[in-house]
């Protein structure tokens, strides 16, 4: 008597949970930006001589030390959604800058996206005569829209100022 009265309530319950998640839309598209790597290239539009991550630092150390080699800039975007299989996302980066008479500059980079499984990585670059005009990096903004909800933001540290 007690195991069926026991099993009566799980069932309840069980029923009443279903019933919860029956009236929550199920297939939320959710999703996030997760990391920005904004990377300079060089002028055979390369971010490293080789794949070491550690010879890629010292590589960006040494053109931001020597702006003349400098092309362009790459902005490597790491970002995740659920639940939007077959769905286009649109990923879309805004970038500050200092032109050379001491202007400020603002660009945006968008790139359509599908999202399959796990993390994905989008590069967005700006480079030769956009970049040289653009100036001097000071801000970055990067979003994930879903048509007009947003997803998910990274922002750099100056881009609230």
């Keep these: 008597m007690q195991r069926l009265c026991l099993f009566s309530v799980v069932l309840l319950l069980a029923l009443g949970a279903v019933q919860l998640r029956a009236d929550s839309p199920p297939f939320a598209i959710t999703g996030r930006?997760?990391?920005v790597l904004p990377l300079f290239l060089d002028t055979n539009n390369e971010v490293s001589p080789s794949p070491s991550l550690f010879d890629r630092d010292a590589y960006q150390a040494r053109l931001r030390e020597h702006t003349n080699d400098i092309s362009g800039?790459?902005?490597?975007v790491l970002w995740k959604a659920h639940n939007a299989s077959g769905v286009n996302?649109?990923?879309c980066l805004e970038i500050r800058g200092v032109?050379?008479?001491?202007l400020p500059t603002q660009t945006n980079l968008v790139q359509m996206v599908t999202p399959k499984r796990?993390?994905?990585w989008t590069s967005?670059?700006?480079n030769g005569p956009a970049y040289k005009q653009f100036g001097e990096l000071a801000a970055w903004r990067a979003t994930l829209w879903n048509g007009t909800q947003l997803l998910g933001e990274q922002k750099?540290?100056?881009w609230s100022l």
């Design 33 to 35: 930006v997760v990391k």
């Design 73 to 76: 800039i790459r902005f490597d």
């Design 89 to 91: 996302l649109k990923l």
């Design 99 to 102: 032109a050379a008479a001491g």
């Design 118 to 120: 796990f993390n994905h």
């Design 124 to 126: 967005l670059t700006l």
């Design 156 to 158: 750099s540290f100056l």
